[in-house]
C-alpha cells in the first residue's frame, strides 16, 4: 500500500520534574530533508535520533522538534552575581542612579545568567527514544491513512484512463476510414489519372505510418502495471512516477498519429486525468 509523504506525529513523556515532548511533521520531497530542533545539551545525540527518523520516514522534508519543559521549581539557571556586580559598579561610574535601575540594567548584560552544563540523563535519554518511537508510529499511520486516499483516486484516473483507452479502440476503425476517405476526395479533386495500384500502395504506407496498434497495446499494459504496483507491500513513489511517464509518452504518441478530431479529443481528455495522477505523485512516498 502506498504512503503520503505528509503526515504529523507527537508524543509526550511526564517525568516527575519535566515534560519531554517530541514532534515530528513531514510534507514531500524528493528526498529525506531533516530540520532538528532540540535543546543544546542533547546535541552529540542528534546523529542517533536523525538516524532514527530517516530509517522510518525514508524521504520527506522532515521537521523534528524535542522540547523540554520544567515542572518542578528546579532550575539549572543561576545569577552571575560576580558579574552582575561588576556591571552595577561600571554603570555607577558612567552615570548615577539608583540600585534598582542599575541591577535591572546589569541583568542585561551578557553574562549575567549561569546555566551549569548538565551531563546527559540516561534514563530522561530512553524516554526521549521511546517518545520518538511513538511519534514515528503515529506519523506513519498518518501517512498511510493518507496513503489510502492518494490510492482510491488513482484507482479511480487509471479507471478513466482505461475507459478512454477502451474508446478509442472502438473508434480506431471510423478513423482509419475517415483517413482513407479524405485522401480519395484529395486525390479525386486533383482532376488527373492516378494509378489504382500506386495509390492503394501510397495509402497503406500512409495508414501504417499513422497506425496506433502498439501505442494501444503499451498503453493497456502501462495501466496494468501501474495498478498491480499501488498494489505491492512496499510504497514507491518514484516507480509510479516513472510508469506515468510511460503512460504520458504513450497517450502523446496517440494524440500525435491520431489525425481525427474525435480520437484528439479523448487523448485531450487522457492528458488531464494524466496530469491530476501526476500532481498527486508528488505526495507519494
Known sequence: MIQSMTGFGKYVVQLPTKKITVELKSLNSKSLDLNARMPSAYREKE?????????????????????????????????????????MKQLKNIADGDDIKLLDMALRMPDSLKTAREDIDETEYESIKLALTEALK????????EGEVLEKDFIERIQ???????????????????VRERLNKAVS??????????????LIYYLEKYDITEEKVRLANHLDYFTSTLESDDSNGKKLA????????????IGSKANYAPMQQLVVQMKDELEKIKEQMLNVL
Not at 527518523?53 to 560576580?82: C, H, P, Q, W
Not at 503515529?138 to 491513512?145: A, D, K
Not at 516513472?242 to 504518441?253: D, M, W
Open 138 to 145: 503515529e506519523i506513519n499511520t498518518f501517512r498511510s491513512e
Open 242 to 253: 516513472f510508469i506515468a511517464q510511460e503512460i504520458g509518452r504513450e497517450i502523446n504518441t
Open 189 to 202: 479533386e486533383l482532376k488527373a489519372d492516378v494509378d489504382a495500384n500506386r495509390f492503394e500502395q501510397e
Open 160 to 178: 478513466n484512463l482505461q475507459s478512454l483507452l477502451e474508446q478509442v479502440k472502438t473508434m480506431d476503425p471510423d478513423r482509419q476510414s475517415d
Open 47 to 87: 546523529l542517533e535520533l536523525r538516524k532514527t527518523i530517516a530509517s522510518s520516514l525514508m524521504r520527506g522534508k522532515v521537521d523534528f522538534g524535542l522540547y523540554l519543559e520544567l515542572t518542578s521549581g528546579e532550575t539549572s539557571t543561576e545569577v552571575n552575581e560576580l558579574a552582575v556586580k561588576n556591571y
